[in-house]
């Protein structure tokens, strides 16, 4: 079974910066694509961000782009997502999640592996 454990989140004002991690854990199979997604109080999960093995593709949802950016270190299994010039509206709890495969069941939220979430909140 292939385990995500994120870490990172925590209590910032608007404008500062977060990274948050995913450790990788378990036997993965190649190709897999890793992602993030947040859930807001009284809103739905939805997509944050994705990268691919190599780290040569990238997807971010329009509200994130410029100011997050995702990144994998494939020698220490982990993704992070690098988020700078937080808003109050990125306050969420955010997921780490992988597919085991190209990546479109990830992108349309139905990931293998889920992590348990940590929390992002940004106040103003």
């Known amino acids: 079974q292939v385990q995500l454990v994120e870490s990172g989140g925590g209590l910032v004002q608007a404008g500062d910066s977060l990274r948050l991690s995913c450790a990788v854990s378990?036997?993965?199979?190649?190709?897999?694509?890793m992602g993030w997604f947040r859930q807001a109080p009284g809103k739905e999960r939805e997509f944050v961000a994705t990268i691919n093995r190599s780290g040569g593709n990238t997807d971010f949802r329009d509200s994130v782009k410029g100011r997050f950016t995702i990144s994998m270190d494939n020698a220490k299994n982990t993704v992070y997502l690098q988020m700078n010039s937080l808003k109050p509206e990125d306050t969420a709890v955010y997921y780490c999640?992988?597919?085991?495969?190209?990546?479109?069941?990830?992108?349309?939220?139905?990931?293998?592996?889920w992590g348990q979430g940590t929390q992002v909140t940004v106040s103003s």
């Open positions: 999640a992988a597919e085991e495969g190209l990546g479109k069941r990830l992108r349309e939220g139905r990931p293998d592996y």
């Open positions: 378990g036997r993965t199979v190649s190709p897999y694509v």
